[in-house]
């Protein structure tokens, strides 16, 4: 069956860095577009970032642009982001996200927390 597991989160100092994540299976990994999701304390869900299967087109929300970076290992089925200069306003479950298609997520991981705090 498809399993998404996140892991890299933790706590970090504003302007810190991380690296997230999210080990893929029961699926050709190499053949689907993925996505980070997050869900900060008391908010809706925000869409992060995207990845197409070849890693040759990204895509990132505009709160996220020039200091995140999304990236993929389609050899390994990991996906990958990279968190730099990070603010109070990323704290929150951070969760990657296969696409059933153009416009919906069929498969979700756990989540991972990620905390930004002095």
């Known amino acids: 069956q498809v399993q998404l597991v996140e892991s890299g989160g933790g706590l970090v100092q504003p302007g810190g860095s991380l690296r997230l994540s999210c080990a893929a299976s029961?699926?050709?990994?190499?053949?689907?577009?993925m996505s980070w999701v997050r869900q900060a304390p008391q908010k809706g869900l925000e869409w992060v970032s995207s990845?197409?299967?070849?890693?040759?087109?990204?895509y990132y929300a505009d709160s996220v642009k020039g200091r995140f970076t999304i990236s993929r290992n389609n050899a390994n089925n990991t996906l990958y982001l990279q968190m730099n200069s990070l603010e109070s306003e990323d704290t929150a479950v951070y969760y990657c996200?296969?696409?059933?298609?153009?416009?919906?997520?069929?498969?979700w991981g756990q989540g991972t927390e990620v905390t930004v705090s002095s």
């Open positions: 996200a296969k696409a059933r298609d153009a416009w919906a997520f069929d498969y």
């Open positions: 990845i197409n299967s070849g890693t040759t087109s990204t």
């Open positions: 029961g699926f050709t990994f190499s053949s689907y577009w």
